[in-house]
């Protein structure tokens, strides 16, 4: 450590242990020393952080204390307490006064990780008794001191590096947000739109298919986006938004969740109880993602030829919404993870989606001050449990996220996915 830049940095933070020139002057009067310093202590060289001089020694703090080397000290015998009652010191550049100096004192300055930083030394060119163990005593506790200071120091030169670096990391995570938000979803709107074109003008049967195809792969795109774009907020950004109101037209919105679905997959049964009676507070279109994503994931991994059940309705405390399908089980060492980003069920053959579905379900009921469960055997079919407070204390926020699609009340996501004829698949 003896670039201009750490001595500069090593002399800045002495300079700001307000205390530093207190503990020098208190030095001085106990021992009868007329010279004292804070130094930087590498190699050979004495570099002066902090100077009480009345010897008129003409030293400055960032000056050198080229002198120490006439005591026979360096940064080795440096590490531990030295102490001289009657020396000559050969005369040096600096004058005269220093061609008599006799007395000397320096303790190690040792900061917490075990780092020899410097020392605190005194001098005078008269005799001065030293050896008392009083004396000793203080200046290793102020040499402490001023490392307990200096460590100090570098914690917290730590915690602001680390804020600037989490703050940066922010800017970081915002940004990626932005760019799953708009700079994706612009070009998708346009590939959409030239595919709605395409089907209106094409009269040839093969060429409409394939602009079908660009307009569901184009809406499956932006499905998907709008998963990862919540999972990033879930985790990377302010979490899961949510526009609470109280709602009384829970029914209905369920109901449109189970049409689109039914219409999207017409040779699957939906068996449905839509009975909610209490006004919920809640967000509709965020309930309406769960309902979705459960119902989908069920009609995907539930037995072929079986229906499919949910239900609506409300206790004392809480609406409460089950979706249950037959079929083979969710293995136990699959439950305790199912809620988990990226899970895939371990039965499922199907490879569509990002097996983000059952999470961002989870962070949603969460968000609403709720709990989800799941209960998968064999005898009993799979079930999912979702159950949110009739009146949340959750406070209301301007939602980050798109508008609700006004063209069917529902989240784009679904509206998205089910437009296309694709159900979201949260364990595929």
């Known amino acids: 450590m003896d670039s201009s830049q750490d001595i500069a940095r090593a002399v800045a933070a002495i300079g700001r242990i307000d205390a530093v020139p207190t503990l020098l002057k208190v030095l001085c009067e106990m021992t009868g020393l007329r010279f004292a310093a804070v130094a930087l202590v590498t190699g050979k060289t004495w570099t002066a952080c902090a100077v009480r001089d009345d010897l008129s020694l003409g030293v400055k703090p960032g000056g050198q204390l080229s002198f120490m080397a006439s005591f026979g000290v360096d940064s080795k015998t440096a590490r531990a307490p030295i102490v001289i009652e009657q020396a000559r010191v050969a005369p040096t550049p600096h004058g005269t006064a220093l061609r008599s100096m006799k007395s000397f004192i320096s303790v190690p300055i040792i900061v917490t990780n075990g780092r020899h930083f410097g020392a605190l030394c005194a001098l005078d060119s008269k005799i001065a008794s030293l050896s008392e163990p009083r004396i000793l005593s203080v200046f290793k506790e102020f040499a402490d001191l001023i490392a307990s200071q200096l460590e100090q120091q570098s914690l917290r030169e730590r915690e602001q590096t680390a804020l600037l670096d ?85 029914n209905n919105g369920l109901t449109t969740v189970i049409q689109e679905l039914q219409v999207a997959q017409p040779d699957c049964k939906i068996l449905s109880k839509i009975d909610v009676s209490r006004s919920v507070r809640c967000d509709l279109g965020r309930l309406q993602q769960v309902a979705s994503n459960l119902l989908g994931n069920a009609l995907t991994h539930g037995r ?37 980003p990226f899970w895939r069920h371990s039965v499922s053959a199907s490879r569509n989606g990002l097996g983000l579905g059952l999470h961002i379900c989870s962070q ?65």
């Open 364 to 428: 949603i009921v969460r968000a609403h001050q709720g709990q989800i469960t799941v209960t998968s055997t064999a005898e009993h079919g799979t079930r999912f449990t979702v159950r949110l407070p009739l009146s949340t204390e959750v406070p209301a926020s301007t939602s980050t996220f798109p508008e609700t699609a006004p063209e069917t009340g529902l989240h784009p996501s679904i509206a998205a996915a089910r437009s296309s004829g694709d159900s979201i698949c949260a364990c595929s």
């Open 166 to 250: 989490e703050r940066a990391t922010s800017e970081l995570r915002e940004q990626f947000i932005a760019i799953l938000g708009h700079d994706l979803r612009n070009p998708l709107q346009a590939v959409l739109a030239s595919g709605e074109l395409l089907e209106r003008r094409l009269t040839d049967p093969a060429q409409l298919m394939i602009a079908s195809r660009i307009k569901t792969h184009a809406r499956r795109m932006s499905s998907l986006i709008d998963d990862v774009l919540d999972f990033a907020r879930g985790h990377l950004g302010r979490g899961i938004g949510l526009e609470l109101a109280n709602v009384d037209n829970i």
């Open 304 to 340: 072929p030829g079986s229906p499919v059940k949910i239900s609506a309705g409300t206790d004392e405390h809480d609406l409460v919404l089950e979706v249950w399908n037959a079929g083979e089980p969710i293995a136990p060492e699959s439950l305790v993870k199912i809620f988990e």
